[in-house]
């Protein structure tokens, strides 16, 4: 039985790509959620200026400091939370 190499490299290349999500122009990508069930959304950079948003980074820093455990931006919130914000800044 003999192992195929080449097909292998390529499927795992396939899903690094599959893995990791372009994000577009203007955004940012940021964690959201609590304890290990955290789950990754892109926000436009607009957001970050905003007052109620820059109270979620506040609390991002006194949690996690500049050492955010996923190597992005995670906000310590439900996601409930972060969906009721969101909708609030894009009126």
């Known amino acids: 039985m003999a192992i195929r190499f ?24 940021v964690y959201v959620g609590e304890q290990a069930d955290k789950k990754r959304y892109v926000v436009p950079l607009s957001y970050l200026s905003h ?18 455990p996923m190597g992005c931006l995670t ?3 439900t996601t409930e939370t972060f969906f009721k914000l969101t909708s609030e800044l894009k009126c």
């Open 6 to 29: 080449p097909s292998m490299l390529s499927h795992a290349k396939q899903i690094l790509a599959r893995n990791q999500q372009v994000v577009p122009k203007g955004h940012v990508p």
């Open 51 to 68: 007052p109620t948003f820059q109270q979620l980074l506040q609390r991002a820093e006194e949690e996690f400091g500049f050492d955010h």
């Open 75 to 77: 906000i310590p919130c």
